[in-house]
């Protein structure tokens, strides 16, 4: 039991944080990722932001709802994520999957830009949350039962996203330890 704590909590660790806002709750209280908003204004900067943003809790739902199985293979993971911060979702969910873990409920993010690079027509849009675990909880998959060794709370939360192709993903990712935000 500890070792499945100590793999979950790992495992969190590497993807913990975030997708609460924008998120489109079903009646049954299912996440979903959210669509790329579709932005009104002229500015290559504002556009990229907002699109940034949307990538960056789109992946996160998109992780909540893979670790209900869970699935490393979710398509909706490789539409929001690309570089090390597939690799690791992708190793977080395979480590689950192996041990018996699900989760369940969704981090909650407030994700602020950082940075923008270029300045005048962006290609990557660098990110910082603060992103909260609480009611993103762990389980065992055989009996739904709580793992609560597995540490939850608020994260510093650092993130880089970019543009692939015509799509918003994000890169790379880093979550800080529990009370960093």
């Given at each position: 039991m500890y070792r499945h704590a100590v793999i979950a909590n790992l495992a969190?660790?590497?993807?913990?944080?975030?997708?609460?806002?924008?998120?489109?709750?079903?009646?049954?209280?299912?996440?979903?990722?959210?669509?790329?908003?579709?932005?009104?204004?002229?500015s290559p900067r504002a556009t990229a932001e907002a699109k940034a943003i949307a990538a960056y809790n789109a992946m996160w739902q998109a992780m909540?709802?893979?670790?209900?199985?869970?699935?490393?293979?979710?398509?909706?993971?490789?539409?929001?994520?690309?570089?090390?911060?597939?690799r690791g979702i992708v190793g977080a969910l395979v480590t689950y999957r192996e041990t018996g873990?699900?989760?369940?409920?969704a981090p909650v993010?407030?994700?602020?830009?950082?940075?923008?690079?270029?300045?005048?027509?962006?290609?990557?849009?660098?990110?910082?949350?603060?992103g909260d675990s609480t009611n993103w909880t762990t389980?065992?998959?055989s009996t739904g039962e709580l793992i609560k060794e597995d540490p939850r709370g608020r994260r510093r939360i650092t993130a880089s996203v970019r543009l692939v192709g015509n799509t918003w993903k994000v890169n790379k990712f880093d979550a800080g330890a529990i009370g960093s935000c």
């Open positions: 969190v660790g590497l993807v913990l944080a975030a997708a609460g806002c924008g998120s489109d709750e079903s009646p049954d209280g299912a996440t979903s990722p959210s669509p790329q908003p579709a932005v009104t204004s002229t909540a709802k893979a670790g209900e199985v869970p699935d490393p293979d979710a398509p909706e993971l490789r539409q929001y994520a690309d570089g090390d911060a597939l873990v699900v989760t369940r409920g993010t407030t994700p602020r830009v950082e940075s923008v690079s270029p300045s005048d027509n962006p290609t990557q849009v660098d990110v910082v949350d603060c389980h065992k998959k």
